[in-house]
């Protein structure tokens, strides 16, 4: 025998617990007496070919029936064996099986074995709940005995007493019926009488109270075999009965853990995970439950206090849950959400302290700190006939967020250990569903905190456009996403309007779409043309997707974004966009023409633009011009293409006369009624046009006398305006730009003055180097110029321009000037509203405002 185990007798699981069990009796010499159909299944050989021979023939070689021999001595010496043997199949291949051996009694003291075995291929290939039920039962005695055709008891193990509580000599030669009656017996007797007449297993649960648990009912599992003999033909049955108690238990606890998994956290509510902790262990553990929540977690907030760290200062509960098995009982004392202060000398405030359980199999209600605090409740409780209770901490990353209580009062088992072993496994998964909501409820806050600081809170489109705008994110229970918007006052009354997509939702897509609307206003303050902006902000992107591949542990910044980016100048009306991989804008006339201008499309930011470079396209807009920029959230779906989505966008917008926040309101009310897949934004914006008597412009040569001309030019155009006030400030403020122009350019420069909500004074020059304020020290002559002139306007700058640049400064205007900002000019200034032509010569200017 090939032996790789022994142990003492090690009882067997039944053979329904393991595939393709195989069941033998053999007498004292060794000779197998009885055989069964699963033993011939399992190694091929047929009763007729093993019943009156050796066991030992089974075995591959010569050296393993000697080892056999020596084992079977060591079966009567210790009164059974187990362990791994190595048996030939009636085909020649050779069986890796364990054997177990049992010792049997019989009347006159006579004995026999009983031997069962199992292939240990088909068991380790078996279902995992077969592996479970193995290890819940290996510990388990089993209790053999064998019947003949009259199901008199013939042989009988030792642990069968154990099960039933009945000796030997009340045993032989009885039936069931005789020894043990009332219907579980009959019942057995039944299954016994089928197996002999079909030869087949069957396997029975029966309850019984064992003589050493008496108080309590136990399950038993019984496998029964039908014996037969040479001829094939039935001996006897053979049953196999393990308790299964423990084993049954851990099954209804898994399933109650199982269950516990679907109807737990259903929600990121954490008022409605408390409720669902308290349904479900009711009554399927308890007859009673509660859970209550420390106060600052039913608002969401992690609580501050650490296990042991409260110094005495016990926090608010709240009832989240609450389940009872019969809720109408008018005099249970349990109201859901209401605020609980437990007393300090309380078991709850024990297990609010220290965060252990506390279980009492017998309720005191008459006795102690917190019944006195609170008699009228006591009372209650008395009175709902509540015996038994158990307290359990809800916890977390070392911090209670609550209780769970439970109680029993009409099963009048009291709590055990073993129960309270399952409240706590049920509270720990309900705990992890409860720190997810808050984990979530935190990063929500953060998220909403960022964007509500990322977007602008208020669009305005000064004196170039009036806008409105709309925004829902596909998460709206995080409420953020990656896109943004934004409009960008910038020099010369022009506008810049913005919208972009950053891939992904919640917090990181946040803070990437943060870091892209900085970057984007950064860049718009320089004044780049749209194609140029798109290309430096290409180069953001890919910088920062850098700086993080070098932490393997940060995750990117930005994995994708698209943008669309137009400049509108209220002058000229005219408008320059540029995209990378945006959707293209609508564009609506006055009479409700949609179109959707041919616009290059690009590539998406963060992928270069060496294959596919962005491009500018200037539009000439008429006033009252709708201009539409959206993300592809609007205009994409699960269920429609592109088209239908433009399309419906393009039939909403077409209203002429509509105020654009209904127009946002009707657009958001077509998206389809699913929750979108992708955020929404949209940015709306109707062009203004700046009246003739608004702008005022002068072409100047490129000599010193231009510079009194346009001083003198300004000064006469102020007045016109009724800006008196600003004609020293201006004055100088031209002086110092037109001088540097004439210094440091070659060509004609251009005086304009624009009024509109402030005054912007703008020199055009052909130099296209742009001015640094200087440092000067104390002696120098030069460079204080741009300094008088930063320290005169509202805000200065310059941007590049077709031939050259555009060096401008702005000054505040008082309130009736800009409601009033379309004043007419006086007879005296010469007023050139572009593309109206200016004087010919500063000379003709000049010999006006001296008239």
Known sequence: MTKTDHMPLAEPVSSSEIPDAAIAMIDAEGTVVAWTQDAQRLVGHSAGEMVGRSALQALPRREDALS?????????????????????????????????????????????????????????????????RESLLSHAPIGIVVRDLQLRCAWANDAMESHDGIPHDRRFGRRLKDSLPGFEAEALEVVMRQVLESGTTMVHEYRAWPPADRRREHVFSASFFCLQDADAKPLGVCSLSVDVTGNRRARERLAILSEASTRIGSTLDVMQTGQELAELAVPLLADHALVDLVESVSLGVEPSARIGTTNGRLPLLRRAGLASIDPDIPELPWVREEVIHPHPNSPFAAVLRMGRSHLEPVLDTHAGPWVDHDPVRAQRVRDSGIHSLMVV???????????????????????????????????????????NALQYARERTAALTLQRDLLPHR????????????????????????????????????????????????????????????????????DLPPHELLAHLDDTVRRLGEEDADDPDQIPAVVGATCLYAVYDPVTRRCTMARAG????????????????????????????????????????????????YTDGLVESRDDDIDVGLHRLGATLAQPGSSLENLCSQVIETLPTQAPVDDVTLLLARTRALQPAQVASWELPSEPTAVCTARQAAACQLSAWGLEHLVPTVELIVSELVTNAIRYGQGPNRLRLIQHQVLTCEVFDTN????????????????????????????????????????????????????????????????????????????????????
């Open 582 to 629: 945006h959707p293209p804008p609508a564009i609506i006339d006055p009479q409700g023409h949609v179109v959707f201008p041919d616009l290059p499309a690009g590539t998406p930011l963060g992928l270069g633009l060496g294959l596919i470079p962005i491009e500018s396209v200037e539009l000439e807009l008429p006033e009252g011009s709708l201009l539409a920029l």
């Open 393 to 435: 901490p809800i916890r977390a990353r070392h911090c209670v967020l609550g209780l769970a209580l439970f109680g029993r009062s009409e099963e009048q088992k009291p709590f055990q250990e073993d129960d309270l072993l399952l409240a706590e496994e049920l509270v720990t998964r309900a705990a992890l569903c409860l720190d």
């Open 459 to 526: 669009v305005q489109g000064g004196a170039a456009v009036e806008v409105a705008s709309r925004y829902v994110p596909a998460d709206m229970d995080y409420g953020v996403g990656g896109d943004w918007f934004d409009v960008i006052e910038l020099s010369g009354a022009r506008v810049a309007l913005v919208v972009g997509d950053v891939v992904g939702h919640g917090i990181n897509a946040a803070a990437a779409m943060g870091r892209l609307r900085t970057a984007v206003r950064t860049l718009a303050d320089m």
């Open 68 to 132: 056999a021999a020596a084992a079977f001595e060591q079966c009567r010496a210790q009164g059974g064996w187990s362990g791994t043997v190595a048996v030939r199949h009636r085909d020649g291949r050779t069986l890796t099986m364990t054997l177990r051996v049992s010792l049997l009694w019989g009347q006159g003291a006579a004995t026999r074995w009983l031997v069962s075995g199992t292939d240990i291929g088909a068991l380790s290939s078996g279902t995992a709940d077969g592996s479970v």
């Open 768 to 851: 296209t180097s742009h001015p640094r304020p200087r440092h000067p020290r104390i002696l120098d002559e030069n460079g204080r110029g741009l300094f008088l002139v930063a320290q005169l306007s509202r805000r200065w700058g310059s941007r590049s321009a077709t031939d050259g640049k555009v060096v401008w400064a702005e000054q505040d205007l008082p309130a009736t000037a800009v409601a009033g900002c379309a004043a007419i000019p006086g007879d005296d200034c010469f007023i050139s509203t572009e593309p109206k032509a200016p004087p010919t010569s500063p000379q003709a200017h000049e010999g006006k405002c001296k008239k």
